[in-house]
C-alpha cells in the first residue's frame, strides 16, 4: 500500500569544472523549496567517481498533478533553470515514485 504523497528524484549531469557555479544558482532554490510546507524531505547526492553527476530526492505531500500545476511553477525556478540547463551535458532524468508503507527508515541524531 503506498503513503500519500510523491517522491521526485532528479539526475543532471555537468561537466565538473561547473559544479560550484551550478550550485551558486540551485541553493537559494533548494532554500526556497524546503521552506515550502509541503516538502518533507530534500537531499542531495555527487557521485565521487564523476563529481558532475548529481542526484536529487524531494519528498511531498501532495500529488503529482499538484506538483506539476502548483509547485514546478513557482517564480524562483526561473533563474535556476535558465542559468543551470545549458550547463548539462546530457539531458536531465527525472521520475516520480508512491512511498510504500512499511518501507521507511530514517535516524536521527
Given amino acids: 500500500m503506498a503513503l500519500e504523497g510523491i517522491s521526485l528524484h532528479v539526475s543532471v549531469t555537468i561537466s565538473p569544472e561547473n559544479v560550484t557555479r551550478f550550485f551558486e544558482f540551485f541553493k537559494p532554490v533548494y532554500e526556497a523549496v524546503i521552506a515550502e510546507p509541503e516538502c518533507s524531505f530534500f ?3 555527487q557521485s ?3 563529481p558532475g553527476a548529481l ?3 524531494e519528498n511531498w ?3 503529482v498533478e499538484w506538483l506539476i500545476k502548483v509547485q514546478l511553477t513557482k517564480p524562483y525556478y526561473q533563474e535556476y533553470l535558465e542559468a543551470t540547463e ?3 551535458i546530457k539531458p536531465r532524468e527525472f521520475k516520480v515514485v508512491h512511498h510504500v508503507e512499511g518501507y521507511s527508515y530514517a535516524e536521527t541524531k
Wanted: proline fraction near 13%.
Fill in 86 to 88: 545549458p550547463m548539462f
Fill in 55 to 57: 542526484h536529487w530526492v
Fill in 48 to 50: 565521487p567517481e564523476d
Fill in 61 to 63: 505531500s501532495q500529488s
Fill in 43 to 45: 537531499e542531495v547526492y
